[in-house]
């Protein structure tokens, strides 16, 4: 059972370059999220997805961007890395909800990726 | 404005004793869901529970135990007879129905230590 895979684990990247995270999840999950964790500020979303093509921002979207082309797979873009975006990334996804108090919105973490930007 | 407060940002007990770890938080909606989660020092997030805002039974499981009180605003989680494998950091996380497809604003953690 793979779950939510990240793509890559760790990573430095310099200043000013560029890289994309990827996260893919096989349990045909309509909603897929990405959330940063930072020291003492617990997880924070960045942006989400609620299924195959739309995307939407989140509370911390500024410096990033999205994809999500293929419902299993969604996409977390760095297009100029700062020092700031050094952080702990963190892909999710859920069953879409049904409403109600049955709603299954249960968010399956991947094992995150850690990322430097000197 | 933070919505969910997790004011113990550390707490350290020696193994066997009871711990409660508090959550309170803030929302306008009647339907929203609650949920905890630990994180063990390897990092990965691990579910442990999702209760919705209308069922406020309380919960056991194992020597996991929850209780939901909407009056006060509050999902506190005990771990009772604490031991070294309960260390980790401890989340506690709303989603509201109406808000980012779901999301989960989290608290900001509180780091469980359990020494022998």
């Known amino acids: 059972n793979a779950g939510v895979t990240q793509t890559p684990k760790f990573r430095v990247l310099k200043t000013g370059q560029s890289m994309t995270l990827l996260c893919a999840q096989d349990?045909?999950?309509?909603?897929m999220y990405w959330y940063r964790q930072d020291p003492g500020m617990g997880l924070r979303l960045i942006h989400y997805s609620v299924g195959e093509g739309t995307t939407a921002k989140g509370e911390v979207p500024d410096g990033y961007n999205v994809s999500r082309l293929k419902k299993q797979n969604f996409l977390l873009g760095l297009e100029s890395a700062a020092p700031s975006q050094t952080s702990v990334y963190f892909c999710?996804?859920?069953?879409?909800?049904?409403?109600?108090?049955?709603?299954?919105?249960?968010?399956?973490f991947g094992a995150g990726t850690r990322l430097s930007v000197l | 404005a933070q919505k969910v407060t997790q004011a113990q940002t550390e707490i350290s007990v020696v193994e066997k004793e009871d711990v409660t770890l508090d959550c309170v938080y803030e929302?306008?909606?009647?339907?929203?869901?609650l949920f905890w989660y630990k994180q063990p020092p390897s990092g990965e997030l691990v579910f442990l529970i999702r209760r919705n805002s209308f069922d406020e039974q309380n919960e056991i499981s194992g020597r996991y135990s929850w209780n939901f009180q909407k009056s006060t605003s509050s999902f506190n989680f005990t771990i009772t007879a604490s031991q070294v494998v309960d260390s980790a950091v401890y989340f506690c996380a709303l989603s509201e129905v109406a808000n980012s497809g779901y999301a989960l604003n989290f608290g900001k953690g509180t780091s469980l230590l359990v020494t022998p």
């Open positions: 999710a996804s859920s069953p879409l909800a049904s409403g109600g108090i049955k709603a299954k919105n249960i968010q399956y």
């Open positions: 929302t306008r909606d009647t339907t929203y869901y």
């Open positions: 349990m045909n999950h309509e909603y």
